[in-house]
């Protein structure tokens, strides 16, 4: 059974684009060619609402395979098992479609509740879908591993199997019997509860009032705002919005700490349920990803923090200020206007950056992000959800969302977020094309490395163009150019710092937060922020003040109810700075990196094909091991260092 990986990916980085409701126009205003066509699924509603029905059929269908491949009632398994396969798919296709087409029309207007209950029609169907099948894993546990295996050897329709079944045995000791298996089955709409819960409050419900701008203009404060207006120079603005908003969700503090309390109970019955020792195993040893990976992020970045230190001590220091605050964190030092770009010319940047990547790649990604080729969903509209992602429609193509300002353009930083999002396309459209459907769906620890890799090839490109044109300019030009690379420095060590450290942060308290569920100690909005504000003033330093407000910050944070997802952010940031520095070095000639490039678009082939972390070795990087963190900090390091030296 195989269900639709959506990587609905809210960036945390400097280079998320969640715009202020102000920025955002009526939809029917934005020509209808920046607007993702969900019409390649299905034609009409009608169309849809007749895929329901036969998923709902189908599942029935399946749940009649009962029996069929262990027990006494069972005749000719494994030729049943072939014809279960092949129904299972077209139903999980379907399913995706369904789900897919649905999320397309709800995102772009999340305010219609004809969509809102369409959308959780569609979840109820995924819920019915484990409840269906709830006895597969069960049933298929009763055979020996060297029949189904031998079963797999005799019949080709089923070696594309061969990998599930290998890691359905791999975790047999945490597939519960068939009675209990329905009874989580059952639960699946409660768990999710807290979360659910969560995104109405945020998204649709919570209000933060009105700040006065620098011209004097009353602005409606908004989450999804605070990441425009954190830019803001003036910084009474930054502190009055920054103020409104997070004072929003301390209002509310008991409210999100009692979220966040079940959030974490849940976790802690899911992962004794099923017989696993913590939720930290639980969460990686379900997805084969060593409990170490996690360790390493977080106990090798505590131990070298000082390049951030050194950051926000630097940030200090050329801001001028007495005093840094929470809302000064984001400000540019640098002192150029930021130049803005129509959706073509960002386009056309990001297909000269990613040209190390060869011109079959470049040609996926022209046409991926051609406006006219129904994949993408460019400009923020009232009521769309924020953010960015790109998500998978099998059998159809990528989908991506964005969130850009229709009126005034794209940032550099939006058009890093183009690269980052296509990466992730290009990672789904590849392992689509070139994986057996029961993997084609890569590992959330996999997907992140495909889009950050993206987006470092690119920052690096124009690091280095900048650079030379520093070095060439005279008189006038040279302070010009001297802060446009200020400018692009301090863009990519605060992406670093979103990425990799801000992430490292958030896995740290996430780790801590659920070891004090675990241990069935209080879970409180005063131990929340406590212990958030302890971690912000140990990987950060202490050069930037964090007050009451910041300490809350872990309120707003959607991550944290997917269960120890954030930590791959950072993962992937330091592998994607390994495999981006690989692939230049190659692409310039270094004989010493030949390969890198093929290995990288292999990776990108590979789905699933074998557990997540051996796919990076094979693409050249061993996240089990702190060597690929230690050489991302050396890279900020280096940064950081260049920073120093050009603002003194």
């Known amino acids: 059974m195989t269900r639709r990986l959506l990587l609905a990916v809210l960036l945390a980085s400097l280079f998320t684009t969640r715009l202020p409701a102000a920025f955002a126009v009526e939809r029917s ?127 080709p329709a089923l070696q594309p199997y061969r990998k599930t079944y290998e890691d359905m045995y791999l975790l047999q000791e945490h597939v519960l019997s068939e009675p209990e298996e329905h009874l989580l089955a059952l639960a699946g709409n409660i768990t999710g509860s807290a979360g659910d819960v969560f995104g109405k409050m945020t998204n649709v419900d919570m209000r933060w009032g009105r700040i006065v701008d620098e011209n004097g203009d009353t602005v409606q404060v908004t989450d999804e705002g605070w990441t425009g207006w954190r830019y803001n120079p003036d910084r009474r603005v930054r502190e009055a919005y920054f103020t409104a908003m997070f004072s929003g969700y301390r209002d509310y503090e008991n409210t999100m700490a009692a979220l966040m309390a079940a959030n974490l109970k849940k976790n802690v019955f899911l992962a004794r349920a099923r017989k696993f020792d913590n939720t930290l195993q639980a969460a990686l040893t379900s997805v084969f990803v060593p409990e170490q990976v996690y360790v390493n992020l977080v106990q090798t970045t ?117 690269a980052h999002e296509v990466g992730h396309s290009m990672h789904t459209y590849y392992s689509e094309k070139n994986q057996p459907f029961p993997n084609k769906n890569y590992a959330y620890f996999n997907a992140e490395v495909a889009s950050t890799t993206n987006e470092t090839i690119l920052s690096m490109k124009m690091l280095d163009e900048a650079r030379a044109a520093y070095r060439k300019a005279k008189g006038k030009a040279k302070e010009t150019a001297k802060q446009h690379l200020i400018y692009l420095l301090d863009g990519n060590i605060a992406a670093a710092r979103g990425s990799f450290i801000r992430q490292t942060v958030f896995a740290a308290w996430e780790w801590e937060a659920q070891q004090m569920a675990e241990r069935g100690e209080p879970v409180t909005a005063e131990t929340l922020s406590k212990l958030y504000g302890d971690r912000l003033t140990e990987y950060y330093g202490t050069a930037t003040t964090y007050g009451d407000l910041s300490r809350h910050e872990w309120s707003r944070i959607p991550h944290f109810y997917r269960g120890y997802y954030v930590y791959q952010y950072a993962t992937s940031y330091a592998a994607a700075v390994a495999l981006a520095n690989d692939i230049r070095a190659e692409a310039a000639g270094n004989r010493s990196k030949k390969g890198a490039t093929a290995r990288y678009l292999n990776y990108l082939k590979s789905g699933s094909s074998k557990h997540p972390v051996e796919l990076l070795k094979d693409a050249g990087v061993d996240m089990t091991t702190p060597a690929p963190i230690l050489s991302c900090i050396d890279y900020i390091t280096a940064l950081v260092d260049e920073l120093d030296r050009l603002t003194r």
Not at 49 to 78: I, N
């Open 302 to 418: 505590r131990t070298h923090a000082a390049p951030f230190h050194k950051y926000e001590a630097v940030r200090k220091r050329v801001l001028g200020f007495d005093t840094c605050y929470h809302w000064d964190y984001y400000v540019s030092l640098a002192t150029e206007n930021a130049a803005r770009y129509t959706w073509e010319q960002a386009v056309a940047m990001v297909e000269e950056g990613l040209k190390p990547l060869g011109q079959q790649y470049v040609a996926d990604v022209t046409h991926g992000l051609d406006a006219r080729s129904g994949w993408v969903d460019v400009y923020a509209n009232d009521n769309k959800r924020g953010g960015a992602y790109s998500s998978s429609t099998y059998g159809v193509h990528p989908y991506m969302l964005f969130n850009f300002d229709f009126a005034r353009g794209m940032t550099l930083e939006d058009v890093a977020t183009v």
């Open 29 to 155: 205003q934005i020509d209808d060619r920046y607007q993702w066509k969900p019409e390649h699924i299905f034609a009409t509603l009608g169309d849809w609402e007749s895929a329901v029905e036969r998923v709902r059929l189908g599942l029935d269908s399946l749940a009649a395979f009962k029996g069929s491949f262990a027990g006494e009632t069972a005749a000719d398994p494994a030729q049943k098992l072939v014809a279960f396969n092949a129904l299972d798919e077209r139903i999980s296709i379907l399913l995706e479609q369904v789900e897919a087409y649905c999320s397309y029309h709800f995102h772009v207007d999340m305010s219609n509740p004809a969509w809102v209950g369409r959308d959780q029609q569609v979840q109820d169907l995924y819920v019915l879908q484990q409840e269906k099948l709830a006895w597969l894993h069960p049933e298929l546990l009763r055979l020996p591993r060297a029949t189904l295996m031998g079963w797999v050897d005799q019949f």
